[in-house]
Nanobody
Framework: VQLQASGGGLVQAGDSLRLSCAASGGTSSQYNMAWFRQAPGKEREFVAAITRSGGNTYVLDSMKGRFTVSRDNAKNMMYLQMNSQKPEDTAVYYC??????????????????????WGQGTQVTVSS
């Protein structure tokens, strides 16, 4: 499956932004999917994940209440709604997919190594 993230841009603190991830070359419902981000000089960080059916969603504790992950399997799309954005949200955001189970282990779920399909990333810059 090929993934392409889009929707990034330059926003001001407090604004909202929705990222999209389009899946092609496969059926997205076969994959558990996730969002990661990477700021300059930092390691890639888990943001959120969603199971194949969309029945289970996970968001990093520090982002709960601001970020929401969702998917539309009929459109082979995944989304990340980001509200009340902060300058520290500035990063390149990546979408990723895996056939592995992500519901049983948090460590598996948040590890970049779990995901074997990656999009190219979309830049989000939040100005203060």
């Amino acid at each position: 499956v090929q993934l392409q993230a889009s929707g990034g841009g330059l926003v001001q603190a407090g604004d909202s932004l929705r990222l999209s991830c389009a899946a092609s070359g496969g059926t997205s419902s076969q994959y558990n999917m996730a969002w990661f981000r990477q700021a300059p000089g930092k390691e890639r960080e888990f943001v959120a994940a969603i199971t194949r059916s969309g029945g289970n969603t996970y968001v990093l504790d520090s982002m709960k209440g601001r970020f929401t992950v969702s998917r539309d399997n009929a459109k082979n799309m995944m989304y990340l709604q980001m509200n009340s954005q902060k300058p520290e949200d500035t990063a390149v955001y990546y979408c990723a997919a895996t056939e592995r189970t992500i519901t049983l282990s948090r460590l598996v779920r948040i590890s970049p190594n779990t995901y074997n399909y990656w999009g190219q990333g979309t830049q989000v810059t939040v100005s203060s």
